[in-house]
């Protein structure tokens, strides 16, 4: 039997606070909360639900995902498009397409909440984006598709309130929906706002309009300052300042200042850094906890060291020069340490702004999917390594030393690298010191090590096979990251 979509909408406070902070979410906010619907939202909602009981009564059963997805599907046929695209009649059309995303997440939110038809869920999903895929590419006026279709932001109502506005480019990005992001109209949609040739209204960001000199061949027509607003030249600065960002960077580690005094390269590098510092605190201060990434992390954790790096050196500086023990050298050799510890982080730096290309785009992709899966791992090693870290202490205790011996936790290192060393522990309370360590030696380095390979085997065959659609979704959420910044 159909699930009550009330089910859905009823619960306690908490799961309800949830959907709605799930349905809020976007990559990035700019104030974009002052944008009205395209639509009603309460009109939407019905289109929304009108597509959910559509949806249900096409797919009933729990079928292969190779059926919905095939050109010539049984399952979801001509009529089956038909119908979905009248479910807006004539006055709401245009957000049938976002409606189904919408669908898309109401049955992956099923499928969580319901375990027991989570295949179901998952394959009314799949039907989602690909009625939503079949619509995009069958229609045939292309400005309507675009200005009206894509572009347009629309809003539901969860709870009895009213969801940020969002288009459909925003929503398949947030959504990671690559079958949506694969159709033709989308990715026209796409390379038409990272070149600028379509850009927001200056009086009202929640439209879209035709860039009026897109023809023009004429090169100081193109040459406003209104047009750094374009993805297309936000990503050419942006490339531009990271590669003078790590020349300086590069003219200033290779020159040290024995005296310990800044010169003319420093200066400006700290500047720099100083700028990037306030602008991850200004975007994180607007945008809130969504903004922060993996590369936010990156970038955090490399300013955190040349701010360190900065303080040692002002430290140095207030030292006479004539001090005993020559504390002002030490503290400027210090300094010069942490500078230099920071390079390879100044040159993975660039795989940030380079992604925009094919193949470091795929890798990228790939290594941020890695990066997620060995956070299993590392859960798993965590508390291995607690474990056995505490029966190591309690063997040292008993053997009437206060102190951790620093060998033990180089050795427990040593061992997660797969380069363990079983000498010192011959006389660390035999025979149980040498036993607990062969036994923290073979699982850390026969099963755990061995499981973070078979996940990262995984990831990797999952996102070669769909590299192209995720390189696509890559560039989607880059173009849309420049977008909203400037709304």
């Known amino acids: 039997m159909p699930i009550e979509w009330s089910k859905l909408w009823n619960g306690d406070a908490e799961r309800t606070r949830h959907r709605w902070a799930e349905e809020a979410r976007r990559l990035l906010h700019a104030h974009s909360s002052d944008v009205p619907s395209a639509l009603d939202p309460k009109s939407v909602t019905k289109v929304a639900l009108r597509l ?10 729990e079928l292969e995902e190779s059926k919905i997805t095939k050109s010539n599907s049984p399952v979801i046929t001509a009529s089956v498009i038909e119908t ?13 397409v976002y409606a189904l995303l919408v669908c898309k997440r109401w049955f992956k939110k099923q499928s969580q909440l319901e375990l027991w ?10 039907a989602c984006e690909i009625i939503a895929k079949r619509i995009i590419e069958g229609e045939e006026d292309q400005d309507y598709l675009l200005q009206h279709v894509l572009l347009k932001r629309f809003s539901i109502f969860i709870n009895g309130e ?57 090169y100081w027509t193109h040459f406003d300052p209104d047009r750094m607003r374009t993805p297309l030249y936000q990503n050419s600065a942006q490339i531009a300042i ?45 945008v ?33 020069p004539n001090s005993k023990d020559d504390e002002r050298r030490e503290l400027n050799k210090l300094s010069y340490h942490i500078f230099a510890f920071s390079a390879p982080m100044f040159w993975l730096r660039l795989l940030l702004y380079l992604d925009g290309f094919r193949f470091f785009g795929a890798m990228l992709v790939v290594l941020k999917v890695m990066m997620r899966e060995s956070l299993i791992f590392f859960a798993l090693l965590l508390i291995v390594c607690i474990g056995f870290l505490q029966a190591f202490i309690g063997l040292n205790q008993a053997e009437g030393n206060d102190s951790i011996s620093t060998f033990v936790v ?16 011959d006389d660390y309370a035999h025979p149980f010191g040498l036993i607990l360590y062969y036994i923290f030696s073979f699982i850390v380095m026969t099963i755990l090590l061995n499981i973070l390979i078979a996940l990262y085997n995984s990831a990797y065959e999952d996102i070669t096979e769909n590299a192209i659609d995720e390189y696509m979704c890559l ?13």
């Open 52 to 61: 959910h009981y559509q949806i249900e009564q096409v797919i009933p059963i």
């Open 84 to 96: 979905a695209k009248k479910a807006g009649g004539e006055d709401c059309k245009a957000c049938v």
């Open 117 to 126: 038809d989570s295949d179901l869920h998952d394959v009314r999903a799949v």
């Open 162 to 218: 009213e969801t940020e506005p969002a288009n459909v480019i925003e929503r398949a990005v947030d959504m990671h929906a690559l079958i949506v992001i694969g159709s033709s109209g989308y990715q026209k949609a796409v390379k038409y706002l990272y070149h600028g040739w379509i850009v927001q209204d200056d009086e009202d960001t929640g439209i879209f309009v035709d860039y009026e000199e897109r023809a023009s061949t004429d």
């Open 242 to 286: 990271s590669i003078i960002y790590l020349a300086l960077y590069t003219a200033a580690v290779n020159t040290v200042n024995e005296d310990g005094d800044l010169d003319v390269v420093e200066g400006v590098l700290y500047l720099m850094t100083a700028g990037f510092v306030f602008d991850e605190l200004t975007k994180f201060w607007k």
């Open 288 to 320: 809130g906890r969504y903004y922060f990434g993996f590369w936010n992390a990156f970038n955090s954790c490399l300013y955190l060291l040349l701010t360190a790096s900065f303080a040692v050196r002002m430290v140095a500086l207030s030292k006479s």
């Open 410 to 425: 180089q050795s427990m290192i040593n061992a997660v690298l797969t380069s363990p060393e079983f000498d010192g522990f």
């Open 475 to 487: 560039f989607a959420q880059k173009t849309m990251r420049f977008v909203r910044g400037t709304g």
